[in-house]
């Protein structure tokens, strides 16, 4: 069997680096043959799902994990489904349905699909694939981080894009477990995703009424408890950005190192680009380039039309 994961690439971005007066690193997760992290701790769930006697895989995505679950079901040689919603692209789905996985459209965001996948995953043999609230997730993620400890990159700060927050928790514990226990964590999320920085805020859960993003993958109304309880014991700035900060950073990206990347992974960039105030004096800075595999040159076109000012 194929790895579910593989090990990325850590560079260090000349460009960016130029632009903060800081070297700033990129741990390449958007080279996952998923074309994100989710090959990670999605990787492992899966595979711990079937070695515990799952003869189906269920999961709700905004698109990557259900890309990262049928990936990993395929190799696993199981039967996956996987729900998405309305604002999934159509050929995001195809993606997902050449794996091998069905693919199931329902609600007009995550939340919606994720209450129906957990419908389906109550029969018998059947595992439900929660994309980002799962502790075998966050031990999945966590191996990014021991990948750059190994490369000897210590960090002053980290750059993490939030949706839901499995990608945080997992960043989070990969830090504790190689020391980095006080270095800075910038939480990023886009206006209208922003169900981290409302929970810091209000200093509990707080479930959005509505996503509005064109951010979808961040798109989870509310955030996984573990992710509000890692803001206690550890330094995090959530950062929360405009969708057109997204757009330009996919932009800028693609021209500096020519990968394509979806807005969820641009907000993450934007910080750099925008040189937000959390990373005033950090050096070395790491982002997590998280990837997603929604985009194409036909999408940030459609973006770059509907956005004002861009
Ligand atoms: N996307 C989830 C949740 O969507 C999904 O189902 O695919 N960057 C990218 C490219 C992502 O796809 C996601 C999560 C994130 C960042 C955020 O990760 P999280 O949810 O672990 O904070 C609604």
Redesign the pocket.
Known sequence: MPPLHVTTPLWESRPLSALMGAPVYLKMEAFQPVG???ARGIGALCKASVEAGALRLVCA??????YAAAYAGRQLGVRTTIVVPRTTPAWMQDLIRREGAEVLVHGEN?DAAHLHAAALAQAAGTAYIH??DDPRIWAGHASLVHEIAEAGVRPGGVVV????????CGVLEGMHQVGWVDVPVVAVETQGTASLAAAVRAGRLVTLDRIDSIA?????RTVAAEALAWTRRHPVTPWVVSDRAALMACLRFADDHRVLV?P??GAALSTVYDRAKPLEGVKPIVVIV???AGVSLGLLEQWTQQLPGC
């Not at 995505?61 to 259900?66: F, I, L, Q």
């Open positions: 994100s992290f989710k995505s905004g698109g990557n994990a259900g995550w994309p980002f894009a939030v949706g839901g927050g499995g990608l945080l979808t993958t961040l798109g989870a979806e969820a992974c998280c990837g997603g």
